[in-house]
T-cell receptor
């Protein structure tokens, strides 16, 4: 069984479009995250949710809006996509306290043309 | 702001040797330091966590050290194998409530 799953795996779209990436974890974890990994391989946190509440919101354009319908799901919606949004987006989850092991999803490679 | 540097972008070593990867940070020491492995096209996978009051942690062929004086962590893979080839990321966390900050990784290649 997949622990953290994301869909889609690949997303190719035009500038200006709106797109969503879905994430689900079946580990029973309380905390979920979105990370962005750029072409230089830096992995940067974007958002963190604990039990459906936003607890970390890095300096991310407000075109990015996370939504957590329940603690097993954290979706990422991106409005008005720009070329610079092209990257790999990873969802992750962790148990009680953020020092616990982070379990990452397989990633979604977003390409904006 | 906090900076994390992993010693080199790529490291190539002979199978059977010990691979040593370095993670240096600036400013104050984190409470926790983690190491992850990332294979191409996949998400990072957790390997080891070491706390600031721990000098060393081991898991099978892996060993991590944490020197708060040098502001450095070393990650060792002994008896390296081609299957150990991957990118290794270090990550810092300053408290249990703070975000995790990742380094850019070191791509390790083990040649047969």
């Amino acid at each position: 069984d997949t622990a953290v799953s994301q869909t889609p795996k690949y997303l190719v779209t035009q500038m200006g479009n709106d797109k969503s990436i879905k994430c689900e974890q079946n580990l029973g974890h309380d905390t979920m995250y979105w990370y962005k990994q750029d072409s230089k391989k830096f992995l940067k946190i974007m958002f963190s949710y604990n039990n459906k509440e936003l607890i970390i919101n890095e300096t991310v354009p407000n075109r990015f809006s996370p939504k957590s319908p329940d603690k097993a799901h954290l979706n990422l919606h991106i409005n008005s996509l720009e070329l610079g949004d092209s990257a790999v987006y990873f969802c992750a989850s962790s148990g009680t306290g953020q020092t616990d092991t982070q379990y990452f999803g397989p990633g979604t490679r977003l390409t904006v043309l | 702001s906090q900076k994390i540097e992993q010693n080199s972008e790529a490291l190539n070593i002979q199978e059977g040797k010990t691979a040593t990867l370095t993670c240096n940070y600036t400013n104050y020491s984190p409470a926790y330091l983690q190491w992850y492995r990332q294979d191409p096209g996949r998400g990072p996978v957790f390997l080891l966590l070491i706390r600031e009051n721990e000098k060393e942690k081991r898991k099978e062929r892996l060993k991590v050290t944490f020197d708060t004086t040098l502001k450095q962590s070393l990650f060792h893979i002994t008896a390296s194998q081609p299957a150990d080839s991957a990118t290794y990321l270090c990550a810092l966390q300053y408290s249990s409530a703070s975000k995790i900050i990742f380094g850019s990784g070191t791509r390790l290649s083990i040649r047969p």
